[in-house]
């Protein structure tokens, strides 16, 4: 899949298609998705260091 630049009219067009009612839903969406985009990136070998951890564990 390839991503071309959206323009920030093509959002806002889109935007001003929704009904009212639901923009406090789109709100919501957008700003927990901005949010997330402030999280800092985990590092993968931070991550890696638990793989396998799960064999370890013994049933009984």
Known sequence: ???KPIDQNQIIA???LIP???R???YE???QFRMG???P???QNEIMQFVGSWLDIRYT
Do not use: F, G, R, V
Request: hydrophobic share 35%; net charge negative; charged share 30%.
């Open 1 to 3: 899949m390839t991503s």
């Open 14 to 16: 889109e935007i001003n």
């Open 20 to 22: 009212e009612d639901k």
């Open 24 to 26: 406090l839903e789109l």
């Open 29 to 31: 969406l957008i700003h």
């Open 37 to 39: 985009l402030n999280q």
């Open 41 to 43: 990136k985990h590092n």
